[in-house]
């Protein structure tokens, strides 16, 4: 009877201890992704640029950027500034849920402020991170001999960075573009998810 009961409070207590060491190693694991994403998010890039690919996010009814898309259009604008001879790619389809197509809003965008139209070239077809890239990267010329810089928000850069060399971007850095603070947990838990479904979907 004794050891009937002894191995009983045995198994509970590794069921007790399970319970408490797998979300543990969850909470484990999400900081020390987050650690690794947002470490590609804080790199500079280098000064000779040759394309800039900016990658596209949800536009307002209006037609407008949403705030994230700002920043990484902002974090463009600045570069193509510092280095006038830097062409971009900007990278987005039109939702179901967008007046226009993110490509065109940013050219909008960036036009507005300046940027000459010759400088900015439209690739309005893609709808995930990989289509943007493997779209725009047809619209670079020699592209594995190109330097390629890639605009997006911190969160996301570690992604599109190991995207883009999975598809033959030789050449390829960072352009990191700011996030909102409040946002920036949830967007990093996502990021983890989308890092294993691109795995698994073979574009890492």
Known sequence: MGTMESSRE????????FLLAAPLAV????CAASIIIMRAGRS??????EYLIVLGAMVRPDGLPTRALRYRL??????????PTAIAIVSGGQGSDEPVSEAAAMAC???????GSERIIQESASTTTAENLSLSAQLVPGLRKRRVGIVTNDFHLYRSLLIARKQGFQRVWGVPAASTPENLPVNLARECFALIKNRIQGNL
């Open 10 to 17: 045995t198994e509970v207590t590794v069921t007790t201890l």
């Open 27 to 30: 909470v484990l694991a999400y």
């Open 44 to 49: 500079a890039p280098p000064e000779d640029l």
């Open 74 to 83: 902002e974090a463009a604008r600045s570069y193509l500034a510092e280095h």
């Open 109 to 115: 965008w960036l036009a507005d402020r300046g940027v």
